[in-house]
C-alpha cells in the first residue's frame, strides 16, 4: 500500500476557539495556541511531508502570507489540509458560517492546499430535532461547493459531541450531500462505531484519513500503536479498499508533541510496509 504521510500541527499548545468569535460568529474558528515553527520543525523532523492546520492558524498569516510559505519550504512541508468547523444548522448565523469557510478556502488555496476538513453539526441543548441532520447534510453541500471553487476537495470529518457520531447518523448526514467523507478513527470508535466496516462502507467517498489511537480508561487520544484500538484492522480495511491517498496523523494533546509524533510515523511506515 503506498500512502502519503502528513501530521496536524494541533498538539503544540492549548486547543481553542478564537475568543473574538464568542460574539462574532463570522471569526469563530479552532486554534492552536502554539509556534507553528516549532511544530512544523517537528512534524518535518519525524518525517512528514505534509501538515495540516486549524483554519485560525491559516488566518493569522492572511496578511503574512510569505512568512507562512518560507516556513513551510523552509521544513520541505507542503499544507495539505486546514481544518474548519461550523454549526450547520441555524439558518440565521449560516451566511456568517459560510463567508469565514469561503475565506479560509481561499486563502488556502494560495498554499495549494488540496483538502479543506470541515467539522461539526451542532447539538442543540433540548437535544436534536427531526431536521437537524439533514441541515447539515445541506451545509456540507455548500461548503463543498466552496472548496470546489477555490481547487480545494472538501471532506467531512465527523467528531464527538457533533450530530456524526454513531454509524446511523453519519449515514443519514451522508444522504443529503456528496461531500467525502474524512474518517477519524479515535472519533468514530469512541462514537460507538466499528472504524474497519465503517472504512469499507463508505471507500468510494473516503479520499483522506485522519488515524490516532485511543484509550479506553483513562479516556485519551495516543499515538497510533498505543492504547486500546485495534490500528491494525484500520490499516488492513485502507488496504483492502486500495486507499491511495494522504494520511494524516494526529494527537490533540500529548506531553511531547515531537516524540508523539515520532512514534506515531515509526508506527505507521512499518504497518504500511507489512504485506
Known sequence: MVA??????????PLGGHPVGVTSIGSLTYMTFADMAEAFADIAAAGYSGVEIFDGNLLEYADRKAELKALLADNGLGLLAVYSGANLIFPDIAKEEFEKIRRVAD?????????LVIGGGAKRLSGPRPEDRAAVGAGLETCREIAGRSGLEAHYHPHLTTLAEAPDEIAEIFAHTEIHFCPDTAHLAAGG???PALIRQWADRITYVHLKGLRSEPF??????????DMDAIVQALKDTQFSGWITTELDTWPDPAAGARASYDWLKAALAKA
Open 4 to 13: 502519503k504521510l502528513a501530521y496536524h500541527a494541533n498538539c503544540w499548545g
Open 107 to 115: 486563502l488556502a488555496a494560495e498554499f495549494d492546499t488540496t483538502h
Open 193 to 195: 462505531c466499528d472504524v
Open 220 to 229: 485519551g487520544f495516543t499515538p497510533l500503536g498505543q492504547g486500546d484500538l
